[in-house]
């Protein structure tokens, strides 16, 4: 957004000949002024940018992630260690770590161990630092009737005492990291991508906020924010990652990275840690010995919309 | 003279021809047998407890001197008539299994401080208790051991910590316990005209 209207604003200024200009060629007596509508109108427009963009210069003419060198990598990433140290009056971490060589992340997810508590959810919130309010949350848990697979009788409103509740079964559903990735075809300023481990990732910065991802995404695995994004500062997690959990802006579109600060480093994700059935698997597909390419050899598993031909990393599997 | 040198020539020619054969199906039976004997190693890999690093609970001190009831030095008779109520166990409630098992079927009742002996002999200590869990459970043992059932923590591509099956089942009541959800999501801002439609 920054740099396309930078590029707006200097031909608009090509429109009109300069005033200089005018003077040079010695007609003195009739400066070729702009009017005070014209100069009214550019003031304006020069404000109002200034208005708009409420940023500063550095983040103004950055330059998408994935074409930044090492020293405007580093820049960067000061410049944002200090915005936040300013803004939550911590110092934060904001790691590049590029991907691992002869890694491609798969998730696998046991439906029929999932009992629906919505531990990962809450789980997701605090290590993404996703807004409070208004509410984003990257997964959804799904309860459906037994023997039910309509989507549009399922309900993520459910609150009993107590699940397992009898004759439902819960379907959580997150960003499917397809490898066929219709959110990132769409994207007109190339703002989203996939890694080359296979995580879908959005470089904030560079989001001009238009949603077409959102409306291209079958599984509704992208959140945007309406509003400037509350995060209570006390349990705000300062360990990030530049494509992943830094703290946010109004106006950009957000989603699960597989918590990418945390995998990118041999962590599992924090789902999968907190996963009190232990219903969430998370590893390396080319792996062959890793737990989810056994669960692909070996059980029962199918993707979400496979029909779709996204041709998501993230398999449903029914352990028995 | 001609047909009589040809005829050797021939002769050679198939013995060569039939023994590169018989040599190249040697060789394919070698490998396939290779193969075999690899697959076979894999299936049947030894599942020693060091093959993957579980970390052994510590078990509670009051529970390990089983030895100082039931022990040769006490003198108390193995008793193994069944019996639902056992006075001084009152807090234990066998809930497994239903009528199938009771408390010899896993304790070891010459040496209470271990459990009953694998089918070699070897007798299981209370920290790998997984493995008599695997006697009966062997499908889902399987599954645990290669990460698919159960929970582990930890790294995904190095160290990894084992949830163990009592980390999760309390043997004498396995069952899984309900437990309360976390709140359901705000439900997103409608007009209160058109909340009152719906």
């Known amino acids: 957004m920054r740099k396309n209207q930078s590029s707006d604003t200097d031909s608009f200024a090509g429109d009109r000949p300069p005033a200089d200009q005018a003077i040079a060629s010695g007609d003195a007596t009739r400066p070729d002024l702009p009017d005070r509508r014209t100069f009214l109108a550019g003031a304006a427009s020069v404000l109002g940018m200034l208005a708009v963009s409420s940023c500063s210069w550095q983040e103004f003419v950055q330059n998408n992630f994935q074409r930044m060198s090492k020293e405007e990598i580093e820049q960067t990433v000061d410049r944002l260690r200090r915005e936040y140290k300013e803004k939550y009056g911590k110092d934060f971490v904001v790691g590049t770590e590029g991907p691992i060589d002869a890694t491609l992340f798969g998730y696998a997810l046991d439906i029929q161990r999932c009992i629906g508590c919505r531990k990962c959810v809450y789980a997701c919130v605090e290590e993404n630092n996703q807004s409070r309010d208004p509410q984003i949350q990257y997964i959804r848990?799904?309860?459906?009737?037994?023997?039910?697979?309509?989507?549009?009788?399922?309900?993520?409103y459910y609150d009993p005492e107590e699940v397992p509740e009898d004759g439902y079964y819960y379907m959580p559903v997150q960003c499917q990291h397809c490898a066929n990735a219709p959110c990132t075809k769409v994207c007109p300023v190339r703002a989203t991508w996939t890694e080359k481990d296979g995580i879908v990732v959005v470089d904030y910065n560079w989001c001009i906020g238009c949603r077409y991802c959102m409306a291209a995404c079958p599984y509704m695995g992208r959140w945007f924010n309406f509003k400037e994004p509350v995060i209570p500062v006390e349990t705000i997690n300062t360990t990030t990652h530049y494509l992943g959990n830094r703290p946010r802006m109004k106006n950009v579109v957000e989603k699960c990275t597989f918590c990418i600060q945390r995998v990118r480093v041999g962590k599992y994700p924090a789902c999968v840690e907190i996963c009190p059935v232990g219903a969430r698997k998370f590893g390396n597909l080319?792996?062959?010995?890793?737990?989810?390419?056994?669960?692909?050899?070996n059980k029962r598993v199918f993707r979400l919309k496979s029909e779709l031909n996204t041709q998501p990393k993230f398999y449903y599997f029914f352990a028995t | 003279m001609?047909?009589?040198?040809?005829?050797?020539?021939?002769m050679v020619l198939t013995v060569g021809i039939i023994g590169a054969c018989i040599n190249l199906s040697d060789r394919a039976a070698y490998a396939q047998s290779r193969e075999y004997a690899e697959e076979m190693k894999e299936i049947q890999a030894p599942t020693s407890e060091q093959e993957?690093?579980?970390?052994?609970?510590?078990?509670?001190?009051?529970?390990?001197?089983?030895?100082?009831?039931?022990?040769?030095?006490?003198?108390?008779?193995?008793?193994?008539k069944r019996r639902e109520d056992i006075l001084v166990h009152s807090n234990i409630r066998l809930n497994h299994g239903g009528i199938r098992l009771w408390c010899l079927d896993c304790h070891h009742p010459e040496n209470r401080n271990y459990l009953l002996p694998l089918s070699d002999g070897k007798v299981i200590e209370f920290?790998?208790?997984?493995?008599?869990?695997?006697?009966?459970?062997?499908?889902i043992y399987r599954d645990w051991r290669d990460g698919i059932h159960g929970k582990r923590t930890g790294s995904w591509n190095g160290q990894k910590n084992y949830y163990l099956c009592i980390t999760c089942h309390d043997p004498h009541n396995p069952r899984f316990k309900?437990?309360?959800?976390?709140?359901?999501?705000?439900?997103?801002?409608?007009?209160?005209?058109?909340?009152a439609k719906h």
């Open chain 2, 2 to 10: 001609k047909p009589k040198m040809l005829i050797p020539l021939v």
């Open chain 2, 178 to 195: 309900p437990m309360a959800p976390m709140p359901p999501p705000k439900k997103p801002w409608t007009p209160t005209e058109v909340r």
């Open chain 1, 141 to 156: 848990v799904l309860r459906f009737k037994d023997g039910d697979m309509d989507f549009e009788h399922a309900t993520i």
């Open chain 2, 52 to 80: 993957f690093p579980v970390p052994l609970r510590p078990l509670p001190k009051t529970i390990t001197p089983c030895r100082a009831c039931h022990g040769p030095e006490k003198d108390f008779p193995v008793n193994f």
């Open chain 1, 286 to 297: 080319l792996d062959p010995d890793s737990e989810i390419s056994k669960i692909i050899r």
């Open chain 2, 127 to 139: 920290e790998q208790s997984y493995l008599l869990c695997g006697k009966c459970h062997g499908t």
